[in-house]
T-cell receptor
Framework: GAVVSQHPSRVICKSGTSVKIECRSLDFQATTMFWYRQFPKQSLMLMATSNEGSKATYEQGVEKDKFLINHASLTLSTLTVTSAHPEDSSFYIC??????????FGPGTRLLVL | EDKVVQSPLSLVVHEGDTVTLNCSYEVTNFRSLLWYKQEKKAPTFLFMLTSSGIEKKSGRLSSILDKKELFSILNITATQTGDSAVYLCAVIGETSGSRLTFGEGTQLTVNP
């Protein structure tokens, strides 16, 4: 079946540093990848839609200069949280789309900013 | 703007009970409704529903969609402690590509 990996699974960083999270589709090519953020006891909130070779589409309220997304190939998308602050601490999940309705989720990255 | 509302938000039952989780939605040009189960990590896919009245079944889980009333239910029979999780409902509209809009989820706790 379709497998999506994320790295790292957990990261702790100091306030002001940047953190890069990788999302890979391991056994299929994904033209579209999605980045979500999930706060404790809340649902997944879509941050941005990432298409290979083009600029990401950000949801309203998500700062594109703070959350940099690069989708360099059909199997890799990266999310960089720049100048992270404690309020950016969250669970970040990516998903990759194989067919229109089908999204496969990565295992998530738990970010803690001190 | 697409919207998904799930109820109840939280549910505690005993092993062996049957539960029904609800999902109502508003979406422009509905295409599909999906159910996911989320334990400690990312969601895992359960069902995708596109047509009204056709029940999808997988073991003790089943789901059905009513496109006229704009809702879906997820049933779990003979619940087990391993069913404890957050169950998420999401919709896709024709104009949203593959973009999912999620509900808040139902936190199900099954006690032994």
């Amino acid at each position: 079946g379709a497998v999506v990996s994320q790295h790292p699974s957990r990261v702790i960083c100091k306030s002001g540093t940047s953190v890069k999270i990788e999302c890979r589709s391991l056994d299929f090519q994904a033209t579209t990848m999605f980045w979500y953020r999930q706060f404790p006891k809340q649902s997944l909130m879509l941050m941005a839609t990432s298409n290979e070779g083009s600029k990401a589409t950000y949801e309203q309220g998500v700062e594109k200069d703070k959350f940099l997304i690069n989708h360099a190939s059909l199997t890799l998308s990266t999310l960089t949280v720049t100048s992270a602050h404690p309020e950016d601490s969250s669970f970040y999940i990516c998903s990759a789309s194989l067919m229109r309705e089908t999204q496969y989720f990565g295992p998530g990255t738990r970010l803690l900013v001190l | 703007e697409d919207k998904v509302v799930q109820s109840p938000l939280s549910l505690v039952v005993h092993e062996g009970d049957t539960v029904t989780l609800n999902c109502s939605y508003e979406v422009t040009n509905f295409r599909s409704l999906l159910w996911y189960k989320q334990e400690k990590k990312a969601p895992t896919f359960l069902f995708m529903l596109t047509s009204s009245g056709i029940e999808k079944k997988s073991g003790r889980l089943s789901s059905i969609l009513d496109k006229k009333e704009l809702f879906s239910i997820l049933n779990i029979t003979a619940t087990q402690t391993g069913d404890s999780a957050v169950y998420l409902c999401a919709v896709i509209g024709e104009t949203s590509g593959s973009r999912l809009t999620f509900g808040e989820g139902t936190q199900l706790t099954v006690n032994p």
